[in-house]
C-alpha cells in the first residue's frame, strides 16, 4: 500500500568494502615505505682485494670511487690520442661525453642533453662551463684544426676533481 507508515531497515554494506579499504591502506603504506627505502642515502661501500683473500682495502665512498673510475677514463682516451689511435677532434669529443657522463652519475644532472647554454643557465661549477667552451665545443664544432686534447684532459681532470 502506498503510503504505508512501516519502518524499513538500513541498507547492510557488504564486507567487502572493508577488505578493499584495507587493501587500499596496505598499499599505500606499502609504497610509502618503497619511496622511502629507493631515496635513502647511499651508504659508503668496503672494497676487498680478491688477490689476497683476506683484509678489505680501506672504505671508499661511492663517490670517490665513480670519480677514480672517471679519472682513469679520461687517462685512457689521453693515451688513445698520444697513441694516434684518436683524432684531436675526436679525442675532444670523448672528453666531452666523459665529462658530462660523469656529471650526470655524480650529481643526476642530465649534462650529457643539456647545450652549453643550458649549463650556463642552471648556474653549474664553472669548470665544467669552462671545459666545454674552451676546450670541448670549438674543437667539435668550430671549423679548422681541433683544441689540443691534452689541455681538455687536463680540464676534464679539473671537473671530475672539483665537481662538488
Known sequence: ???????????????????????????????????????????????????????PLQTMDVLSQLRLEYLERIGLIEQDYRDRRLSARNANYEL???????????????????????????????ALIDAIGRHYYPSIFRQGPAIDPIAGAEAARTVVRTWH
Open 1 to 55: 500500500m502506498p503510503g504505508s507508515d512501516d519502518l524499513y531497515p538500513p541498507a547492510q554494506y557488504s564486507g567487502w568494502w572493508m577488505l578493499l579499504a584495507f587493501g587500499i591502506i596496505v598499499l599505500l603504506v606499502a609504497a610509502a615505505w618503497i619511496v622511502i627505502a629507493l631515496t635513502r642515502p647511499r651508504r659508503s661501500v668496503t672494497v676487498y682485494d680478491p688477490a689476497s683473500g683476506a683484509q
Open 96 to 126: 666531452s661525453k666523459v665529462v658530462r657522463t660523469f656529471v650526470n652519475e655524480y650529481s643526476g644532472l642530465e649534462a650529457p642533453v643539456l647545450a652549453l647554454d643550458d649549463l650556463v643557465a642552471r648556474g653549474v661549477h664553472p
